[in-house]
């Protein structure tokens, strides 16, 4: 059922005008950003944020800074007229839909040349090839764009090993949005749990004056955590990645049942997902807080996983809150 439709706002001047106005009346503002494609995730979030804040604002906006050039920036899947539509359907709806055009575009009135999703990245030619992998689509077109926000020691393990420029283009880009729409709540998915907690400490870190609050992980029927990747698996793919979700399953119920040795716990998934024909990027159990890799479980950790299946890369997460 079609419901309210909400604001599109794509300069970020008119954005902040917007958010100030709001506030002078007295109104707090949640803020769901999204790389767009939305699904049943990121739905659950603006619920979440409703229970939080008078007004919502959703971005939708896929951040060329947090991409390198080697990865699928240009291939990351966008339907905006649908997810509009998937917006109008929420109940409460949506107040403004941030949609900028090129959050690292400084020229005033002159174009870049970048794309909303920057899909020319791959085929810019301005990077030197050696440094491809360490550099983001930002800098390999010259945009000039270098100041960057890092969380030293959260960024560096799990996904921030094999995407190296990912955690310091996400924080960079919550600091625009943060600053540009002045938000009293955010709102992420656990999903990306690492993101959520470097979200989290940069925010204690940086004095921002807003809320940050993660949400639970939303699965398909069949279990399989929801992702705007998932429309890239073929059907037989898809039914070889429950072996995630089935193996943090058997791994969870193992420990809750006395088995605390991490890396027996942690080859229960290795195999189970190697032998359904995916490929471990990582699998690690980490302190919740610190993210810190633990060999025996005796306080809540969370057991996080990335694997690929076919050229998909899939991650997912489960809290184990045992403890000693
Ligand atoms: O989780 C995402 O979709 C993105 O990393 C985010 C937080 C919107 C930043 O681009």
Redesign the pocket.
Known sequence: MAGKEPEIITDKNQMRKWSRAMRSQGKTIGLV???GYLHEGHISLIKEAHKRTNLIVV?V???PG?FSPTEDLSTYPSDFHGDIQKLMAVPGGVDVVFHPHNLYDYAEGKPTGINNNGSNCENSGVGEPERKGVVSCVEERGLGHETWVRVERLEKGMCGKSRPVFFR??AT??TK?FNIVEPDVAM??KK?YQ?WRI?QRMVRDLDFSIEVIGSDIVRDGDGLAMSSRNVHLSLEQREKALSINRSLSGAKSAAENGQVNCRELRNLVIQAVNSAGGRIDYAEIVDQETLEAVEEIQSPVVFCIAAWFGKVRLIDNLEINISK
Do not use: E, K, R
């Open positions: 950003p999204t790389m971005s906006y896929v951040n947090q283009g996400v880009v919550v949005l992420f998915g990306d993101q979200i």
